[in-house]
């Protein structure tokens, strides 16, 4: 089981994200506890003023909303029952035993989860601290829970639980609302997880799952007054469907909290840099030919995905990375120099020409021979007449010529080198 809390200023934000699913009929409202009549004969606005009469007690507790989602492993066989018990146990074990909450059976995604909407403010008006709940409280009942209903453990499903799959543009753009859904149900995915320092960045992991952020041209009303939207992908890339509007979305993905995103994931991402640079550098080491599209596979069996920039005539102009394992992303320059790319398009383009010039010859009574090729033969012409003739030694030879002591002329000890210092003669009185 995976458990995900978050707090908020909101608590209709949180109830409506829910409740619009509700109607879409994708999910179930299967319990409301510390609720004076059941779930069943309970209206919409029932239950939501039962949250916001209580939580109108302590009008300081600005975030005063808890928004949890219990996630469970594929395949796991949970009855509406079993979720309620698993749901009554987490919130007492985590200190809202006596809160009202609603329990939502979710039925949107690949794994069996249940989100979980409540208050932090008790009936007598006091704080429910949640600073530090998840590693505190949570991850302890997370693992008690695993113990007491026998469920997967986190550990054994975490990485693919959260595997997504692109969404069914066909079924998605019948209409605004379905659109935002299946935006919505992605960005809950990648915004918070995945380690990106730009709207391109972002886009490179989004246009995995056929979703873009589109800030549209730089005179556009959108751009000038900050906004941003989000939008669906076709298989060719072009966008379709209904622009949804950031502010619109029930997590607020606009572009102020990108940038504080960005800011944020600059200093995370720094120290798993070096799995992408160590994979294209071992990638080009077992492989004496390697073309680009050789290489992007190579990196795709190791979870990094390679996404090419290219303009309307084909020219490779970016190169981002999107390590999936450890949810970061880089572009190639970010990497350093070697790793841009220019230098990426480069190295490929050297190693194949590697490949088809030279040979190497691994018996051990051999030495290293190149085969000689005209078409690098130009790359010597500029060489001095009188140290042409050393072109004309036998191959067998060149190696111990090479590898000869050589002795220079002008060598001076170490101890002789550099300025010294005048020695300041001490006058000595006559006595």
């Known amino acids: 089981m995976v458990a995900i809390i978050k707090t908020g200023n909101s608590i209709r934000r949180a109830f409506y994200y829910n409740e619009q699913k509700l109607n879409s009929g994708v999910e179930e409202c299967i ?3 510390n609720y004076p009549i059941d779930v069943d004969v309970l209206t919409e606005e029932q239950r939501l003023n039962c949250l916001l009469n209580q939580a109108a007690l302590n009008e ?11 996630n469970f492993a594929p395949g796991e066989q949970l009855s509406k029952v079993r979720l309620c018990e698993i749901a009554s146990a987490y919130m007492e074990k985590i200190g809202f035993a006596n809160q009202p909450y609603l329990v939502y059976e979710h039925h949107d995604a690949g794994h069996p989860h249940i989100h979980i909407v409540s208050i932090k403010v008790r009936a007598n008006g006091s704080r429910i601290d949640t600073q530090n709940i998840g590693r505190n409280q ?7 829970i695993e113990e007491q ?3 997967v453990r986190a550990e054994e499903h975490k990485r693919q639980l959260f595997k997504l799959k692109p969404v069914n543009v066909q079924k998605a753009v019948y209409g605004k609302s379905e659109t935002k859904h299946a935006i919505t149900n992605v960005l809950d995915a990648v915004l918070l997880r995945y380690k990106y320092t730009s709207i391109a960045e972002l886009n490179a992991v989004l246009n995995q799952y056929n979703i873009a952020a589109d800030r549209g041209t730089e005179n556009s009303r959108i751009y000038l007054n900050n906004g941003l939207v989000y939008r669906l992908l076709e298989e060719q890339g072009n966008k379709v469907g209904v622009p949804i509007k950031a502010s619109d979305i029930y997590n607020k993905p606009t572009l102020s909290f990108l940038e504080n995103r960005f800011l944020l994931n600059e200093i995370e991402r720094k120290r798993y840099a070096s799995r992408v640079k160590n994979s294209i550098d071992l990638a080009f080491l077992k492989h004496a030919e390697l073309p680009l599209k050789g290489l992007i596979q190579i990196l795709q069996n190791e979870g990094i995905h390679t996404a090419l920039r290219q303009n309307k005539e084909g020219m490779i102009y970016g190169i981002t990375f999107v390590d999936h394992q450890t949810k970061c992303v880089f572009n190639g320059s970010d990497l350093g120099k070697n790793y841009s790319t220019a230098r990426i398009i480069e190295r490929c383009s050297l190693q194949q020409n590697f490949s088809k010039n030279q040979t190497i010859s691994t018996s051990d009574n051999s030495l290293l021979s190149l085969k000689k090729d005209s078409s690098i033969q130009p790359e010597f012409n500029h060489i001095d007449h009188q140290r042409q003739p050393f072109m004309n030694i036998d191959e067998s030879k060149l190696l111990d010529i090479l590898l000869l002591p050589t002795s220079s002329t002008d060598y001076l000890p170490h101890a002789l080198k550099g300025n010294k210092k005048k020695r300041r003669k001490r006058l000595r009185a006559n006595l």
Do not use: D, T, Y
Request: no cysteine.
């Open 60 to 70: 300081n507790v600005k975030r005063n909303s808890v928004h949890i989602s219990l």
């Open 31 to 33: 319990m409301a506890a």
């Open 149 to 151: 209903f026998h469920l």
């Open 138 to 144: 949570s991850e302890k009942a997370r693992k008690e």
